[in-house]
């Protein structure tokens, strides 16, 4: 198996020599070894392999394992004084009660004796609660650093990240490169989060406009929290946007599928900074391992309806000529294109 990543660092990387420090900074090998998970116990690996050709990921672009944040972005952080955590004593009330919940609406709690997320006990602890996953938009909130609990809280799950390592691959199908595991994959596991630079919204627009292609592949909007009517003038403002088109890491890189095993969902950590929420992606079934990961492209498409509605748009596109994005998944359910 090629994995070009390794091939193209050299030995005189990671000395501290000024002469290679560019070809350094480019290098993707290197880029993956200053991740933090890359030092954690257990270190969870990433790989870049192709066995269908010469084609390499450029290296102009540049993987990172937290979005990174433009001087605009970070003047509308909250002063460290607005930001808390909980004081929860033991571990375990974190499932219960725990003031990181306390933004979760009441209508929404399908079980009041375990509010949070995930499973806390038995064989599935760790995983996203099946009626969470399967049915629910709501959004996840979890403990964060301020917090009196330990790492090992229940309520951590995408705080202590990736699980299994990834290997970022090339289809050999025309669908350029994918992204799959090299361990099997639980059904409501966190897999990963999508990061990269975020935008203000006028920035995000410009790069629309400068695109030759349809941009949208690569920006996501953190729109969960807009409200027109919200005290929290950064909610009531245009959402910001995370681009992962020129930094990001290996989740930029997986396909669209009309018949997806991952769903992506809008996880709190830091709840006096909503409007900078994080993007992350779960397994919606179990996923033997170098299987394909795969998410749809097309919010909102959930029902047999939702899709015919799709698909009628896109034949409206055809009629007047307008480019439509033919859809590769190859899925029984394959709406035929994207958009």
């Given amino acids: 198996m090629a994995d070009y990543m390794k091939k193209s660092h050299f030995w005189h990387h990671e000395q501290g020599n000024a002469k290679y420090k560019e070809e350094e900074r480019r290098c993707h090998f290197c880029q993956f070894r200053a991740f933090a998970i890359a030092h954690k116990p257990g270190c969870y690996t990433m790989a870049i392999t192709n066995d269908v050709d010469k084609e390499w990921i450029s290296l102009d672009f540049r993987f990172i394992d937290k979005s990174i944040m433009g001087k605009d972005v970070k003047a509308s952080l909250a002063d460290d004084g607005f930001r808390s955590g909980c004081e929860c004593k033991e571990d375990k009330d974190c499932a219960l009660d725990c003031e990181c919940l306390s933004d979760l609406d009441p209508d929404n709690i399908i079980n009041p ?3 949070n997320a995930y499973y806390s006990a038995g064989d599935r602890k760790g995983l996203l609660r099946y009626e969470l996953l399967e049915t629910s938009s709501d959004e996840i909130y979890e403990c964060n650093d301020l917090c009196a609990c330990s790492m090992d809280c229940p309520n951590r799950v995408v705080g202590r990240g990736r699980k299994f390592n990834i290997e970022v691959f090339k289809t050999s199908d025309g669908r350029g490169f994918g992204v799959r595991a090299r361990e099997d994959i639980r059904k409501g596991q966190f897999v990963d989060k999508y990061v990269g630079e975020i ?5 995000a627009n ?9 941009k949208d592949l690569y920006l996501f909007a953190l729109d969960k929290f807009s409200d027109p009517e919200s005290e929290d003038t950064r909610l009531r403002n245009e959402p910001y946007e995370v681009d992962g088109e020129f930094m990001a890491g290996p989740t930029r890189f997986i396909n669209h599928s009309c018949d997806p095993n991952l769903r992506i969902m809008a996880v709190v950590t830091d709840r006096a900074n909503k409007h900078l929420h994080e993007l992350c992606f779960f397994a919606l079934c179990d996923i033997p391992r170098l299987t394909e990961l795969t998410f749809d492209y097309v919010a909102g498409t959930n029902t047999a309806e939702d899709n015919a509605t799709v698909v009628k748009k896109a034949e409206e596109r055809q009629e007047k000529g307008e480019f439509t994005q033919k859809c590769l998944c190859g899925s029984k359910n394959c709406r035929g294109s994207l958009w």
């Fill in 113 to 115: 004796k375990f509010k």
């Fill in 199 to 203: 935008l203000t919204p006028e920035e």
């Fill in 206 to 214: 410009r790069r629309r406009d400068k695109a030759p292609y349809r």
